[in-house]
């Protein structure tokens, strides 16, 4: 019981006080490859606060869901933080953990997030949220297939046992593959290139930047911290999955501190190559993605069979 | 107990006849009291079911001129007689508002009366134990149902849809009494009893009985009478065709899968890979439909398909003999229907409320409603995010529970079965994410922004009791997704069945802590201020609805995606004034899509009948005496020809 209060804490911290950092250190890498200086690796956060510090706007048209959406996407990032162990796993997880129950409480801040997008009545928000809903619709089989081959290796449907099951040491060979397609996931729910352009507002390009196109201030906020923390906690999973070095220590403050310096690490490189991706990358035509994802799901779907059928 | 089942029968009976005393009494007193007798049965049947379910069967016989209609009610009855009680229940709710929307008093009256029809002829479907009374209950249940698809006979639609609902359907019992009729030959009595045929005559009573209880279920690719009834009838009545109806198709396919032994493989996958179709195509012709009540009928096709996996897996399964995860695939299923009946009788109902307010079914025409229908559209927003199997609602449980008897399949031998399974289940992980996506577009484009047509902007709120019906199935909705994994242990424990759930009390409990204190501490850092303006709008002085995402629109980008499944047709002929096709005369130009079941399924056989008849036509056309007499001669010539090779 201890050890869970000990965990929501640690990790609903941890993930909220790091979220920001990656978007600027993405951001900056990717500046750098581009020869510009880029911003400072703080930045982020000093954005946050501008905006917390902002007046909410909202459009005459817009109803209660544009008021809720905001908190529904924070709330659900919060709860969804709570099925990832990042530092250690707690003695009892008190049903948390399920893969499915932190892919749909995902899903339901994206459907809020959608609603408001139409809210609005413009049609920069109405095309982010259809091109939105169609993208999370078709990377959903690579998804579910990904956590099925996991499901299968470590007999188990939650991440506190995967975890625990890796952070002994348990890692398939063939699970190297799943590699790429995750990395595919974790570029498209982030709304990252060659899925979405983060950068741009050019219709042409934007998928998830025209849907909060008219969040404003404080809710603007909410929303971007909320896509940061699903990044922290997409990355997480990769990481605690491929590299549990310094993962799950003896519970104490010496093992807590040691796993954080080394989440951190980790996390730092992977942002790094993310930003690398994303800069050798080209933005990818909206009805090219179907190929992309293809990929995924083939991959996916081979690691799968091998780990059922070898 | 059988004197409750008795007054359930009797209070049913009063209250189909009850309006039809005061056909055209105008007030509405009658109806009421009919519409209060509804409620009283379905209250009744709830109770009796719990008991049933927690305690014993009930059965017994009614002797009608000798022939005996026997009755049971095991716990599978009980299940489904909630089912039809709770959406009943609150269906008759709403009609005491609804039913007063219609111009002429002799339909007011008559819809009452059939609707009590039909919950009585689904429910005595339900508990009837013997095929004579099941098909006389199923017959019952198809032509009042019939009569309510062409409750707006005026209308050139509804006589189309009415014709269509009637062959489809009469169709699917011709092969249940083709099947029922092979189980008497082999059992020799009326009664359900354990069949065991050869294995070629088993399977085709399987393929009997799957056709004639998918007809009704709305199994693709017999599916299409659904996309033309449910708009057709008035909205209470989609509300139980979808809600329950299907359902009880659903609940016959199991009754009377559970009484033929030796079940094979293939039926189960069969009914796996059609599950999976129907669930797919469902939710793509769902999603690309802009009539809002046609749009619902599509996603109960997803839905009967979803319910269909499962059945499946549990077929499978059990072939495999694993009985443990066979069981969790049933229930799943079985949860399933009973939740899809909770949302899609919420969703039907607030649909007729929204097309009642605004004369239209066409959602391009729709928008800006949850001004004007805060309490409608709150009830929508529910049902929609229910039936996207979003977390805490019950929609998200039975999926959960799918995806989690899927994630077991490694314990199956065969590698074919597994790569079928595999493929299954990312199909299904598809849908239901196309789902989301589907009722993101049905709230977004019906309820929010800018009216698109002047109905839409004079919209008003609906009546009491068409808020109330529904939002006893919003709560259901909700209470059942959180406390789902104490219902469902209670449940498990009885059937000796673990279902391996998170628990979504604590997991509620806790975002219920988390949103607090994140409100608090959000409303403390953040600015209080709030501003309202205008929408941005590229610098143009005032938004308009032309300017706003329409429902076409929405679902392109998914059209372009599944073009091949959908195959738009583009029809593009400009003229032009001049020879090199610069100055503009006039043109046309049209999108439509395919409709492959109806163009490569429904018709050639249609136009097969056609060309046999017009031959034989032909033939009997001819009047002159000489080719009748020539007739008769050949026939006697044909018949001693018969009979001589038969004697010998």
Redesign the interface.
Request: glycine share 10%; hydrophobic share 50%.
């Given at each position: 019981m201890i050890s869970f209060f000990l965990f929501a804490i640690v990790n609903i911290l941890v993930v909220l006080i790091l979220a920001p950092f990656y978007i600027s250190l993405i951001k900056k890498v990717k500046a750098l490859f581009q020869g510009r200086k880029g911003p400072k690796l703080f930045q982020a956060y000093y954005n946050l606060l501008k905006l917390f510090k902002k007046e909410s706007i909202y459009s005459t048209n817009s109803s209660f869901i544009m008021r809720v959406a905001p908190y529904i996407n924070i709330i659900c990032s919060i709860v969804a933080i709570l099925f990832v162990p990042l530092l250690f796993i707690p003695d009892n997880y008190f049903g948390f953990g399920n893969i499915i129950l932190f892919l749909y409480i995902l899903a339901l801040a994206k459907f809020f997030m959608a609603l408001a997008g139409l809210d609005a009545g413009s049609t920069f928000g109405g095309m982010g949220s259809s091109r939105e809903m169609s993208i999370s619709s078709i990377i959903e089989p690579i998804v579910i297939i990904i956590f099925a081959t996991l499901a299968f290796v470590y007999n188990s449907v939650n991440f506190f046992e995967i975890f625990g099951a890796t952070s002994v040491g348990l890692v398939h060979a063939s699970l190297w593959l799943l590699l790429i397609p995750l990395i595919i996931v974790l570029l498209t729910e982030t709304a990252r290139i060659p899925i979405d352009n983060p950068e741009t507002h050019l219709e042409l390009t934007m998928v998830h930047e025209a849907m909060i196109l008219e969040q404003s201030g404080k809710n603007l906020a909410l929303m971007e911290l909320s896509s940061g923390v699903k990044q922290v906690l997409l990355m997480a999973i990769i990481i605690n999955l491929f590299f549990p070095i310094g993962f799950n220590l003896p519970l104490s403050l010496i093992g807590i501190g040691t796993s954080l310096i080394a989440f951190l690490i980790k996390s730092i490189i992977l942002a790094i190559s993310i930003g690398i991706i994303e800069s050798f990358i080209a933005k990818s035509r909206l009805f090219r993605l179907p190929i992309i994802f293809a990929i995924a799901f083939l991959l996916s779907l081979i690691t799968l069979m091998m780990e059922m059928l070898l | 107990m059988v004197l409750l089942i008795t007054a359930v029968f009797l209070i049913l009976l009063l209250s189909i006849v009850i309006p039809l005393i005061g056909l055209k009494l105008k007030h509405s007193s009658l109806r009421k009291i009919s519409l209060i007798l509804i409620m009283l049965a379905c209250l009744i049947s709830i109770f009796l079911s719990l008991q049933v379910l927690l305690g014993k069967d009930i059965s017994f016989q009614i002797f009608v001129s000798g022939t005996a209609f026997s009755m049971l009610i095991d716990s599978l009855a009980a299940f489904f007689i909630i089912i039809i009680s709770i959406v009943g229940f609150c269906v008759s709710i709403y009609s005491i508002s609804y039913a007063e929307h219609f111009e002429s008093v002799k339909k007011r009256n008559f819809l009452v009366s059939l609707m009590a029809l039909f919950i009585l002829s689904m429910m005595f479907v339900v508990i009837s134990h013997n095929l004579l009374g099941f098909l006389f209950f199923w017959e019952l249940m198809s032509i009042s149902s019939f009569l309510l698809v062409l409750f707006d006979y005026e209308k050139e639609e509804t006589k189309k849809a009415g014709i269509f609902y009637f062959v489809m359907t009469q169709l699917g019992t011709i092969f249940l009494i083709f099947s029922f009729i092979l189980i008497y030959i082999n059992t020799g009595t009326l009664d359900f009893t354990n069949t065991s045929l050869s294995p070629f005559l088993s399977s085709i009573l399987f393929i009997t009985l799957a056709i004639g209880f998918g007809t009704k279920a709305g199994m693709v690719p017999f599916h299409k009478w659904l996309s033309y009834a449910h708009p057709a009838s008035p909205s209470s009545i989609s509300a139980l065709m979808s809600g329950v109806m299907i359902k009880v198709a659903i609940y016959g396919l199991i009754r009377f899968l559970f009484i033929i032994s030796q079940q094979q493989l293939w039926w189960g996958i069969a009914i796996l890979i059609f599950g999976t179709i129907s669930a797919l195509l469902g939710i793509i012709y769902a999603l690309k439909e802009q009539d809002l009540k046609r749009l619902l009928a599509y996603s109960s096709i997803e839905n009967i398909g979803i319910i269909l996996i499962s059945i499946g897996l549990y077929m499978i399964f059990t072939y495999y003999s694993l009985p443990a995860i066979a069981l969790v695939a049933l229930f799943a299923g079985l949860f399933h229907a009973f939740n899809h009946s909770l949302f899609k009788s919420l969703l039907f109902m607030t649909a007729g409320s929204v097309v009642n307010a605004t004369h239209t079914k066409n959602i391009e025409k729709m928008?800006?409603l949850?001004?004007n229908m805060k309490y409608t559209?709150l009830l929508f927003l529910i049902g929609a995010?229910s039936i996207?199997?979003?977390?805490p609602f019950n929609g998200?449980v039975s999926e959960?529970m799918i995806?989690?008897v899927?994630?077991k399949s490694?314990s199956i031998s065969s590698?074919l079965i597994?790569?079928i399974l595999?493929i299954s289940?990312?199909?299904f992980?598809?849908t239901?994410?196309?789902a989301?996506?589907c009722f993101?577009?049905a709230?977004?484009?019906v309820?929010?922004?800018?009216p698109r047509s002047k109905e839409a902007k004079e919209a008003k709120e609906a009546d009491k009791f068409m808020l109330v019906g529904p939002a006893i199935l919003a709560i259901l909705c909700m209470v059942i997704g959180v406390f789902s994994?104490q219902i469902l242990n209670f449940i498990g424990e009885k059937a000796g069945v673990s279902f391996?759930l998170?628990?979504?009390l604590?997991?509620s409990i806790?975002?219920f802590i988390?949103?607090v204190i994140?409100?608090l501490i959000?409303r403390n850092?953040?600015?209080k201020?709030?501003?309202?303006?205008?929408?941005?709008?590229c610098g143009i002085n005032s938004?308009n609805?032309k300017?706003?995402?329409t429902a076409s629109?929405?679902?392109?980008?998914?059209v372009?995606?599944f073009s091949s499944i959908y195959q738009p047709k583009k029809i593009n002929k400009p003229t032009f004034y001049d020879s090199k096709g610069v100055i503009f005369k006039e043109g046309q130009a049209s999108l439509s899509l395919i409709k492959f079941f109806e163009e490569y399924l429904y018709l050639p056989p249609l136009k097969m009948v056609h060309y046999i008849s017009e031959k034989l036509y032909k033939i009997q056309n001819k009047i002159d005496l000489d080719s009748f007499i020539l007739y008769i001669f050949l026939t006697i010539l044909a018949l001693l020809i018969i009979v001589g090779v038969v004697i010998r």
């Open positions: - | 928008g800006g949850v001004k559209s995010i996207s199997a979003l977390p998200f959960l995806f989690q899927f994630f490694n590698p597994k790569l595999m289940m990312s199909l992980a598809l239901s994410a196309l989301a996506a993101v577009k709230f977004g484009i309820f929010l922004a800018v994994f391996d998170p628990n979504l604590w997991i806790g975002t988390i949103g994140a409100y959000i850092i953040g600015n201020h709030s501003r309202v303006s205008e929408t941005w709008g938004q609805s300017m706003e995402y629109g929405f679902s392109e980008p998914i372009t995606i």
